[in-house]
């Protein structure tokens, strides 16, 4: 086994604690929502994995081309003996693309909300770098969490951002991560993250309304969680996948839409739902580079370079403290 290098899963608190005290407060309120962070159980992470994969969903695709086309400039951009930090890892697909191009990194420490996908992510990683040491953290980001101590402290860090998860978060919540992030970084320090731009408004209604229905199923399976973890009792048939570019907003919303009027208990709420209504589960911000350079500019992050595809649809920044 070459596993030696894995330090232990560092847990901070449960990531799931919150759950039923979101959903409640979600669903008590006047425009329904849940966070879209509780997409990821399991299943979920899985699902979304299938989301990567698919023809319509570009973004996945479109950043692994430039990190593998900028993988060069963007690993000496970063420099030397860091260590890489990254938030929402998932199953560290891009990574890989950054690590063989890395120069002696000391230390990878990916972060995520779920934590069976996270040890088989580092089980995974471990094989295929060997001298690599690994410190997987399953936490959730929006919260405070500690990074485990090592014996690579001293090191430069950089974070890694990847997906346009960032773009889950309204404007002032982003650019409170960003600020979180660099309070945890020394001056000089660096960010890379992936965020994806404004563009033809098909081709990002497209991408959340694939035809083989995994981005509804992934939707849906925030119901199936809420049964099996909170005891609901949500007819899954009876809620449908919606998703649409809120232009004014800048964003992809996406909602999960009540087909009739029905009620739905969870522990000992009852919860009344018009035909139509809806619960939003999901913000996808589309950003200008500039529109970002400015928010990270805002927290104490200075925009170095940005590379782009050839179309304009994605977009990697890196950033120093
Ligand atoms: C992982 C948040 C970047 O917003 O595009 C994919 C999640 N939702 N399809 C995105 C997602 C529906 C994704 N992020």
């Given at each position: ?57 570009y973004p996945t695709r479109v950043e692994s081309e430039i990190m593998h086309r900028y ?20 199953s560290s697909i891009k990574t890989r693309i ?224």
């Amino acid at each position: 086994m070459s596993t030696s290098l894995i330090e232990n899963l560092a847990f901070c608190a449960s990531p799931a604690a919150g759950f039923l005290d979101d959903v409640l407060k979600g669903l008590s309120s006047a425009s329904r929502s849940i966070p879209s962070k509780y997409f990821y159980d399991d299943i979920g992470s899985t699902l979304f994995d299938a989301i990567c994969e698919l023809d319509e969903y570009y973004p996945t695709r479109v950043e692994s081309e430039i990190m593998h086309r900028y993988g060069d400039e963007i690993a000496c951009r970063i420099g030397s003996n860091v260590r890489l930090v990254e938030y929402g890892s998932g199953s560290s697909i891009k990574t890989r693309i950054l690590l063989d191009r890395l120069v002696d990194p000391c230390l990878y420490v990916p972060v995520d909300i779920s934590n069976q996908h996270l040890t088989r992510t580092a089980d995974a990683l471990a094989k295929d770098y060997p001298t690599l040491s690994i410190a997987p953290v399953a936490a959730d980001f929006t919260r405070p969490f500690e990074l485990p101590k090592s014996e690579f402290d001293l090191c430069r860090s950089c974070v890694y951002f990847p997906g346009s998860t960032i773009g889950n978060f309204v404007q002032t919540e982003a650019i409170q991560l960003l600020a979180d992030i660099a309070y945890r970084c020394e001056q000089g320090d660096g960010l890379l993250i992936g965020f994806d731009l404004r563009k033809d408004i098909d081709v990002l209604e497209s991408a959340y309304n694939d035809r083989a229905g995994v981005t509804a199923a992934f939707n849906k399976n925030l119901l199936d969680r809420m049964n099996s973890e909170l005891g609901a009792n949500f007819d899954t048939l009876q809620f449908g996948h919606h998703a649409f570019f809120n232009d004014a907003a800048g964003r992809i919303e996406m909602h999960l839409v009540s087909q009739r009027e029905q009620s739905v208990s969870i522990a000992d709420h009852s919860f009344q739902f018009e035909r139509n209504e809806t619960i939003c589960t999901e913000y996808s911000h589309k950003y200008s580079i500039s529109e970002f350079e400015q928010m990270s500019a805002q927290v104490g992050w200075q925009c170095k370079e940005t590379w782009c595809d050839e179309r304009d649809y994605f977009a990697v920044m890196y950033l120093e403290r």
